[in-house]
């Protein structure tokens, strides 16, 4: 009335890639685990989530002498972090150079790697291929993939991340390193596009890299979940450019619509969040300022330009930073010229 065989994984594929012994060091190792994440990511073969065990990883390590033939190779099993390969090839490279070092021999076996003690610890003893009972099975008749077939599947391939990377820093004029933070997942590098769409590249890529982002981070969220869309977070861009809210009431903006899901424009509208552009009003804010720093506008008229920033701050901050910024300066030019 029972059985043990668990089928919680049946119809579930699964893809193995192996690699050459090409790569020399755990940087060189991480940095190919996020490109092929990344790229599994974008095909859509795979979420890449390698703490949720979508994506797993088992090295291979050895360390010879210069221009000696490869060492003896020992296996660390199931990484589930590209930070936790990282730390177990550096370890498992020093236990072998040490242990070769006092005269010892490495062993050939599989290794497990314990994340709190940041060390490898052995598995079990493998000596070679045929340790594994490799035999055929007669269910399985070969696969074979006719090359018209690979050509027909590589044309639907999406744009992978390097040709995105080089159409991104291209077309929107942004730096390799927000570009990179851009295209590290799918759905970031939509979303920015949509943003960008009609709108300044830089500031779109700005707020969704320092403001959605980091927003997201603190929450420990994901762009996929996030209540700001790409229209909501466009709206809100759109009224910073039109002039109706400064920099910094966005911001402010931008935490209210995280937390209620509500669009930029109604709480611009009900939370008294719209910018003082009202001249004569900004004019009278400026000349208290100037007034009461009398020594500092001396000092700015002896060539000190840098204080313009901070009576600009000093209006900002009479006004609970809604005053319109551009205007500010403006009229401190004049005041002060």
């Known amino acids: 009335s029972k059985t043990f065989v668990d089928l919680n994984r049946a119809g579930i594929a699964l893809m193995e890639i192996v690699t050459e012994p090409d790569l020399r060091s755990s940087e060189e190792a991480g940095a190919f685990m996020a490109k092929l994440r990344s790229i599994v990511r974008y095909v859509g073969t795979c979420d890449g989530n390698m703490e949720e065990g979508s994506m797993r990883c088992d090295a291979n390590v050895s360390v010879r002498k210069q221009d000696n033939p490869y ?6 099993k199931n990484l589930n972090s590209i930070r936790f390969l990282m730390k177990a090839i550096d370890y498992e490279a020093r236990r072998q ?3 070769i070092e006092s005269g010892g021999v490495v062993q050939q076996e599989t290794r497990l ?15 070679d291929s045929h340790d594994y009972r490799y035999f055929p099975d007669p269910d399985l ?11 027909k599947l590589k044309a639907q ?3 992978l991340p390097d040709e995105k990377a080089k159409r991104f820093t291209r077309e929107y004029g942004l730096t390799e390193y927000d570009t990179a933070l ?4 799918p759905e970031r590098a939509d979303y920015f596009e949509a943003i960008a769409e009609g709108r300044d590249p830089k500031q779109a890529a700005n707020w969704v890299i320092v403001e959605l982002l980091g927003r997201l981070n603190r929450e420990g969220s994901t762009i996929g979940a996030s209540k700001v869309d790409p229209a909501g977070l466009g709206e809100l861009l759109d009224l910073i450019t039109k002039g109706a809210i400064s920099n910094t009431l966005a911001k402010k903006v931008l935490d209210e619509m995280f937390s209620s899901g509500d669009p930029a424009g109604t709480i611009v509208a009900r939370g008294g969040f719209s910018q003082v552009s009202d001249e004569k009003e900004l004019e009278e804010h400026a000349r208290a300022v100037l007034g009461a720093n009398i ?6 008229k002896n060539g000190k330009d840098k204080l313009l920033g901070f009576f600009m701050g000093q209006v900002m901050k009479k006004t609970s930073g809604k005053a319109n910024p551009q205007m ?7 005041l002060l010229s």
């Open 295 to 300: 020594e500092k506008v001396e000092e700015f």
């Open 157 to 159: 391939l999406p744009e």
């Open 97 to 99: 150079v040490e242990l």
């Open 328 to 334: 500010v300066n403006k009229i401190l030019r004049q």
């Open 71 to 76: 060492g003896t190779r020992c296996e660390i």
């Open 182 to 185: 851009l295209i590290s997942e």
């Open 141 to 151: 008749l070969p696969l074979r993939l006719e090359d018209g077939l690979v050509e």
């Open 113 to 127: 790697f314990d994340s709190e003690r940041g060390e490898t610890r052995s598995m079990r003893s493998k000596e």
